[in-house]
């Protein structure tokens, strides 16, 4: 690839390089994007901002592409792998500078569900657009969701299901966390294939994800409006 | 290879196949969670009861219940060691229930995916995933399966791969995957896709289609972007009831069996050779669509509109065949 040679990243201003930046968690190039995150910090940038202005901004075009069936599958796990060599590079100093965080979500299918792509790609999502995300993995009763969400003080509880007979199970969950009293604490997402946005208000979950780049957004609005309450 | 499914296409023009596999388990007691596939030694007389529900519906062919019964997925149920047990019973179970039919009826060696994503972005290799199915296709064709079964497969690695385990086990087979998102399946690959793949495989399938996805209406779409292939090779149409709804704590779905017998019949008219439904199809469904297929006349091939007007819209604008697809504008530095 001769093309690629042309672009030297070091000599685009700051406005360029972010929206090559773009580009290229776009095309899911993890080198390029490492560089591109070390060039920023070296010209002085903050963690947040090249965090938000270049990784979050590129991976929302990656997540709006994917949920108007552009890009598919293969491409968003590329750019997410992208997105996770800048992460490593930034995760440290976002911590040490005591940039604000965007929230932090457990994750995991329910109990008697083993399908675990969809989870997978909400996970990687989530973290591509700057989450905390704790995944538990598959087949996870109540207990797990409640254990490891009070732990690790979870915003967000995240559940999937892809079979119409595990997707009930939600409902337990939830149930379990009114008769706890815990209910209000978090706001609770559910998506698989067969759930739809009846069956999210049925079983009085906050919000029903028909895929990963809307629980994203999802997530987005709501930890919004919730540091708007404070 | 002369077996009961080659000679079934060779004297009909249309064939009905089997619904559902899990929503009928669960009817009969499997709790969420437990592997199906298990009933094939603990329960052997369920999953004869499942196979006779499709072959007295009017099923010409039915699929085992071995769907999940790879390597990777039974590794989940610390089960990984019963992959040929487990096949060969599935296999066995249809082979005495399809004998006792009165009537040719093939037995379907079913082969789901790994559930596992190739490499690099996931770990599976092709000789990973031909080793699995391979061992899997060994067990189905000891227990007497007629052709193997591929299906709700979403990538085309997986599909070569599944293919290549046919060869090894000298199986014909069948192929089908599942468009579930946006027309395309879940990586991607459109109708006219993989109508191009089969040819491309040194050993094509007999029959190729699309099975569950979203509704009976996307089905539809799918299977006219295969005929506006031209591909001469039977076309497999195994869409799902309807979609779930959620009632007093109970999924059912709503595709009547009315509306199923309509989409038997259109996708007739589309060009399909080999019809069932997926999940959420019951024995009564399969007896309906059986009587309209039996009655109502073939019809010209339905256009979009004819399939949206009678079983609702698409899930999408486009289907991703075509250049009417969505596409990015890009600043293409780097594409020179």
């Given at each position: 690839?001769?093309?690629?040679?042309?672009?030297?990243?070091?000599?685009?201003?700051?406005?360029?390089l972010?929206?090559?930046?773009?580009?290229?968690?776009?095309?899911?190039?993890?080198?390029?994007?490492?560089?591109?995150?070390?060039?920023?910090?070296?010209?002085?940038?903050?963690?947040?901002?090249?965090?938000?202005?270049?990784?979050?901004?590129?991976m929302?075009?990656?997540?709006?592409?994917?949920?108007?069936?552009?890009?598919?599958?293969?491409?968003?796990?590329?750019?997410?792998?992208?997105?996770?060599?800048?992460?490593?590079?930034?995760?440290?100093?976002?911590?040490?500078?005591?940039?604000?965080?965007?929230?932090?979500?457990?994750?995991?299918?329910?109990?008697?569900?083993?399908?675990?792509?969809?989870?997978?790609?909400?996970?990687?999502?989530?973290?591509?657009a700057?989450?905390?995300?704790?995944?538990?993995?598959?087949?996870?009763?109540?207990?797990?969701?409640?254990?490891?969400?009070?732990?690790?003080?979870?915003?967000?509880?995240?559940?999937s299901?892809?079979?119409?007979?595990?997707?009930?199970?939600?409902?337990?969950?939830?149930?379990?966390?009114?008769?706890?009293?815990?209910?209000?604490?978090?706001?609770?997402?559910?998506?698989?294939?067969?759930?739809?946005?009846?069956?999210?208000?049925?079983?009085?979950?906050?919000?029903?994800?028909?895929?990963?780049?809307?629980?994203?957004?999802?997530?987005?609005?709501?930890?919004?409006?919730?540091?708007?309450?404070? | 290879?002369?077996?009961?499914?080659?000679?079934?296409?060779?004297?009909?023009?249309?064939?009905?196949?089997?619904?559902?596999?899990?929503?009928?388990?669960?009817?009969?007691g499997?709790?969420?969670?437990?592997?199906?596939?298990?009933?094939?030694?603990?329960?052997?007389?369920?999953?004869?009861?499942?196979?006779?529900?499709?072959v007295?519906?009017?099923?010409?062919?039915?699929?085992?219940?071995?769907?999940?019964?790879?390597?990777?997925?039974?590794?989940?149920?610390?089960?990984?060691g019963?992959?040929?047990?487990?096949?060969?019973?599935?296999?066995?179970?249809?082979?005495?229930?399809?004998?006792k039919?009165?009537?040719?009826?093939?037995?379907?060696?079913?082969?789901?995916?790994?559930?596992?994503?190739?490499?690099?972005?996931?770990?599976?290799?092709?000789?990973?995933?031909?080793?699995?199915?391979?061992e899997?296709?060994?067990?189905?064709?000891?227990?007497?399966?007629?052709?193997?079964?591929?299906?709700?497969?979403?990538?085309?690695?997986?599909?070569?791969?599944?293919?290549?385990?046919?060869?090894?086990?000298?199986?014909?087979?069948?192929?089908?995957?599942?468009?579930?998102?946006?027309g395309?399946?879940?990586?991607?690959?459109?109708?006219?896709?993989?109508?191009?793949?089969?040819?491309?495989?040194?050993?094509?399938?007999l029959?190729?289609?699309?099975?569950?996805?979203?509704?009976?209406?996307?089905?539809?779409?799918?299977?006219?972007?295969?005929?506006?292939?031209?591909?001469?090779?039977p076309?497999?149409?195994?869409?799902?009831?309807?979609?779930?709804?959620?009632?007093?704590?109970?999924?059912?779905?709503?595709?009547?069996?009315?509306?199923?017998?309509?989409?038997?019949?259109?996708?007739?008219?589309?060009?399909?050779?080999?019809?069932?439904?997926?999940?959420?199809?019951?024995?009564?469904?399969?007896?309906?669509?059986?009587?309209?297929?039996?009655?109502?006349?073939?019809?010209?091939?339905?256009?979009?509109?004819?399939?949206?007007?009678?079983?609702?819209?698409?899930?999408?604008?486009?289907?991703?065949?075509?250049?009417?697809?969505?596409?990015?504008?890009?600043?293409?530095?780097?594409?020179?």
């Amino acid at each position: 690839m001769a093309e690629d040679d042309d672009i030297i990243l070091s000599e685009l201003d700051d406005e360029e390089l972010v929206l090559q930046m773009h580009d290229d968690l776009y095309d899911g190039l993890r080198a390029e994007i490492e560089e591109g995150v070390n060039i920023l910090i070296a010209r002085g940038w903050t963690p947040y901002d090249v965090l938000t202005r270049a990784l979050v901004a590129g991976m929302t075009i990656v997540g709006a592409d994917f949920r108007d069936g552009i890009l598919f599958v293969p491409e968003v796990l590329q750019a997410a792998n992208a997105m996770k060599g800048g992460m490593a590079i930034l995760k440290p100093l976002l911590v040490e500078t005591g940039a604000p965080r965007m929230g932090k979500m457990v994750i995991g299918t329910v109990k008697g569900d083993i399908h675990d792509i969809g989870k997978n790609l909400v996970a990687m999502m989530m973290e591509g657009a700057g989450f905390e995300v704790v995944d538990l993995g598959i087949n996870n009763p109540v207990e797990n969701y409640l254990e490891a969400a009070a732990r690790e003080e979870a915003d967000i509880i995240g559940m999937s299901a892809l079979l119409t007979t595990t997707m009930p199970y939600m409902k337990v969950v939830i149930d379990t966390l009114k008769d706890q009293g815990l209910r209000e604490r978090y706001m609770i997402l559910v998506g698989g294939a067969p759930l739809n946005e009846e069956f999210g208000r049925a079983i009085g979950a906050d919000a029903y994800c028909r895929d990963a780049a809307i629980a994203v957004q999802t997530a987005k609005d709501m930890i919004a409006r919730k540091h708007n309450q404070i | 290879m002369t077996h009961a499914l080659n000679r079934l296409l060779g004297a009909r023009d249309w064939l009905l196949a089997d619904g559902a596999t899990g929503t009928n388990l669960f009817n009969m007691g499997l709790s969420a969670g437990e592997p199906p596939e298990l009933w094939n030694a603990n329960h052997p007389d369920r999953i004869a009861t499942l196979y006779r529900g499709a072959v007295e519906a009017g099923s010409d062919l039915f699929l085992t219940n071995s769907f999940g019964a790879n390597a990777s997925r039974l590794k989940l149920h610390a089960a990984q060691g019963r992959v040929r047990e487990l096949n060969r019973l599935a296999a066995e179970i249809g082979r005495e229930v399809a004998e006792k039919a009165g009537r040719e009826v093939a037995v379907c060696g079913s082969m789901g995916p790994t559930g596992e994503i190739f490499a690099p972005m996931g770990t599976l290799t092709h000789a990973l995933a031909v080793e699995m199915f391979h061992e899997q296709a060994e067990g189905l064709k000891e227990g007497g399966a007629d052709v193997l079964w591929v299906e709700t497969i979403s990538a085309i690695e997986e599909f070569a791969a599944a293919a290549e385990a046919a060869a090894l086990a000298g199986m014909d087979w069948c192929g089908t995957m599942s468009f579930d998102t946006a027309g395309r399946t879940m990586m991607g690959v459109t109708s006219a896709q993989l109508a191009a793949l089969v040819e491309t495989l040194p050993n094509p399938p007999l029959a190729f289609g699309a099975n569950c996805g979203v509704g009976a209406a996307d089905l539809m779409r799918t299977i006219l972007g295969f005929t506006a292939s031209g591909t001469e090779r039977p076309i497999i149409a195994k869409g799902n009831a309807g979609i779930p709804k959620y009632y007093d704590g109970h999924i059912h779905y709503d595709g009547t069996p009315a509306l199923m017998g309509d989409y038997a019949c259109l996708a007739r008219d589309a060009g399909a050779t080999i019809i069932g439904g997926c999940c959420g199809t019951m024995p009564e469904h399969l007896r309906a669509m059986r009587a309209a297929l039996e009655t109502r006349p073939r019809g010209p091939r339905p256009t979009l509109e004819d399939v949206s007007a009678r079983l609702g819209g698409f899930s999408s604008a486009s289907d991703g065949t075509g250049d009417e697809g969505p596409a990015r504008e890009r600043r293409g530095r780097r594409r020179g």
